[in-house]
């Protein structure tokens, strides 16, 4: 695998995106902190483990639902020594998505947790946006074209990102969504995917900081995309709706 990546978080020197690589395993984290704002250490909940489930990716050979039984195990020891409260109230759970590949013999393997995707010889994309987020996104969108406040438009949302954990990992709930924080993750919300090494020239994945996919797979071609739609729609409430102006970005980009 030939390797290139950029990651960039929305504020300097925070990042809350990870990413890291071996000669057969890539792996792309993008953290969530509590809503609680609180920092463990000079980080944020987001930044510590997105960072952590990077490291124990790469250092074990497991994919799939034993992979993620295994992230969860270890995020739940993490708060132990770290966020005691998280064991007792879900609202200072951190959280992550992931997509894991794994290349083994003349297989690609990829495991996806949450809305981080990715793409396959630069045509089709592994999207898995939730259903919450888009009505969240667009509760925020209809509060600023109504009143034009664009500034309050996150605080209007604010108490149904804070009330999110009551869906987070639960399977049963038509507003539910799959992460990784610490709790079981039901295996409805672990995709799985396999292909053959070789019909795969290019894999790209990318966290939700870039809001559309470029034609080229090119590093410049994601800048260059990014930069358009900060052009024309830089509070992203018009053609690129969101729960939040700008996020953490990060594009890594294997050639085969």
């Known amino acids: 695998m030939n390797i290139q990546a950029y990651s960039q978080g929305k504020k300097p020197n925070r990042n809350e995106d990870s990413w890291k690589n071996n000669r057969n395993t890539i792996v792309v984290a993008d953290g969530a902190t509590d809503k609680s704002g609180k920092l463990y250490g000079g980080k944020t909940g987001g930044e510590i483990i997105s960072k952590l489930l990077v490291d124990k990716c790469i250092e074990n050979d497991l994919t799939g639902i034993d992979l ?51 793409r396959i010889n630069g045509k089709k994309a592994f999207h898995n946006s939730t259903l919450l987020d888009k009505l969240t996104s667009n509760a925020r969108v209809d509060y600023i074209k109504s009143t034009n406040d664009v500034d309050g438009g996150r605080d209007f949302i604010m108490p149904i990102l804070k009330e999110q954990t009551k869906y987070q990992n639960n399977p049963d709930h038509i507003l539910g969504y799959g992460c990784i ?22 894999l790209e994945i990318f966290t939700d900081g870039y809001y559309a996919v470029p034609d080229g797979t090119d590093i410049a071609d994601w800048e260059e995309i990014y930069k358009t739609i900060e052009t024309i729609d830089p509070q992203k409430y018009l053609k690129y709706p969101s729960t939040k102006p700008s996020d953490d970005r990060t594009i890594v980009v294997a050639e085969f």
């Open 181 to 202: 924080d610490g709790t079981e993750v039901p295996s409805k919300f672990i995709k799985q995917f396999e292909f053959s090494t070789g019909e795969v020239e290019t």
């Open 68 to 118: 993620v039984e295994s992230l969860t195990q270890t995020v739940a020891e993490l708060y132990k020594k770290t966020n005691p409260t998280a064991l007792i109230d879900p609202h200072y759970l951190f959280s992550s998505t992931l997509v894991y590949v794994r290349v083994t013999g003349s297989k690609l393997l990829i495991t996806q947790i949450g809305d981080t995707s990715f």
